[in-house]
C-alpha cells in the first residue's frame, strides 16, 4: 500500500490587532501619603481637643503643686505651637532670643543655616515669663529651655514632655513636628497670607504651604456643605 500524501502544514494565523485603548484617566487625588519623599512618616495632626487635653493637665497640676518643672511645660507647649519653630530650633534658642516686650523670636541657625524672625503671642509671653521667674537671673546667652538638671534641653527631653502630658490627659502622644504642622494650619484658618506664614515659618517655597492651604479650602467646602444657601433653601 502507498502511503498517505503529507498534509500542508497548517498556516498560524496571525493573532488579531489589539483593539484601540482608552487613554488612562487621572486618577482622583486622595489623602496625602503616610511618608513623606524620603520614607518618613507624616506627623500625625494634633487635634484641639489633644491640644487642650494636654495643656489643662499643666494647669491643673500647677494648682495643686506648685512646681517649676509644670510651669516648664505649659510654657514650652504653648511656645512650641505659637512659633512654628522646627524642634531643633526650639531647643537651641537662648533667653536673649526672645523679646519680652514684642514677642520677637530670632532663629539663628534655621534650615539650611538661615536666621529668620517669629513671634509668640501675649498669652504664650506670660507663660513664659511665669516659667522664668523660676531660673533667677539669666545670661541673655543661657539657654531658654533647660532639664531639671539645668542643661539645655534636648530633643528626647522635649519629646518626653509632649509625651508625658498626653499621657496624664489620657490622649495619643503627638510627634513635635505635628505642632508646627498646626502652627500653618491655624495660621491659614485665621487669615495669615501664605507670603507671610512663609516667612515665619522659614520654608524656601511655597509648595508645603499650599498643601495646608488645600486642607484649609476642604474646611471651608465642609463649611459650605452644611449651611450652603441654595442647597438648604431653595
Not at 3 to 19: I, V, W
Not at 24 to 45: F, L, V
Not at 98 to 118: D, F, L, P
Request: glycine fraction near 10%; hydrophobic fraction near 35%.
Amino acid at each position: 500500500t502507498g502511503t498517505a500524501p503529507a498534509s500542508a502544514p497548517r498556516s498560524r494565523r496571525s493573532p488579531p490587532p489589539l483593539a484601540p485603548t482608552e487613554p488612562a484617566s487621572s486618577p482622583e487625588p486622595g489623602p496625602p501619603p503616610a511618608t513623606t519623599d524620603d520614607g518618613r512618616a507624616r506627623p500625625r495632626r494634633i487635634r484641639a481637643r489633644t491640644r487642650h487635653a494636654m495643656i489643662a493637665t499643666a494647669t491643673r497640676a500647677r494648682n495643686v503643686q506648685g512646681i517649676a518643672h509644670t510651669d516648664a511645660d505649659r510654657a514650652a507647649m504653648l511656645a512650641l505651637l505659637d512659633s512654628g519653630c522646627r524642634a531643633a530650633e526650639f531647643i537651641a534658642l537662648d533667653v536673649g532670643d526672645v523679646n519680652q516686650e514684642t514677642g520677637a523670636v530670632v532663629i539663628r541657625q534655621g534650615k539650611g543655616g538661615k536666621s529668620r524672625v517669629t513671634f509668640l503671642g501675649a498669652k504664650t509671653r506670660r507663660e513664659l515669663q511665669r516659667y522664668l521667674r523660676y531660673r533667677g537671673q539669666l545670661s541673655p546667652t543661657a539657654p531658654l529651655w533647660v532639664s531639671e538638671t539645668g542643661a539645655r534641653l534636648i530633643y528626647e527631653g522635649l519629646r518626653s514632655i509632649v509625651r508625658r502630658r498626653a499621657q496624664m490627659a489620657g490622649v495619643p502622644a503627638p510627634n513635635l513636628h505635628s505642632f508646627r504642622r498646626a502652627f500653618a494650619l491655624l495660621s491659614l484658618r485665621g487669615g495669615v497670607d501664605l507670603v507671610s506664614l512663609q516667612r515665619l515659618m522659614g520654608h524656601s517655597g511655597l509648595e508645603v504651604l499650599r498643601r495646608y492651604l488645600a486642607q484649609t479650602e476642604g474646611d471651608l467646602k465642609a463649611a459650605h456643605a452644611k449651611g450652603g444657601p441654595v442647597d438648604h433653601n431653595c
